[in-house]
């Protein structure tokens, strides 16, 4: 796995201003209904305390952070039948 499909997060416990401080990454994936061919798809990265979610086209660009419980919900609803 490459450092660039990767995230890195420093811990809210660490000192803004020094660089001794831990950091997690977030492994980024691609939706399973995305072109496998290309960038045109949403892409998350899951942990505990949050769910981010990017577009692939701009993955340097702002992206997404919803907590779990609310990714949980729009799963629920997106998977709902339509009435």
Not at 34 to 56: F, L, M, T, W, Y
Request: charged share 15%.
């Amino acid at each position: 796995m490459s450092n660039a499909a990767l995230r890195w997060v420093k811990s809210s416990y660490s000192n803004p201003n020094q660089a001794d401080c831990v950091e997690i990454a977030c492994n980024w994936v691609k939706s399973s209904y995305s072109n496998p061919d290309g960038a045109a798809c949403v892409e998350i990265a899951a942990h505990p305390s949050a769910i981010h979610i990017r577009d692939s086209k701009t993955p340097e660009a702002p992206y997404l952070t919803i907590t779990p419980t609310t990714w949980s919900a729009f799963l629920a609803t997106a998977s709902s039948p339509l009435r």
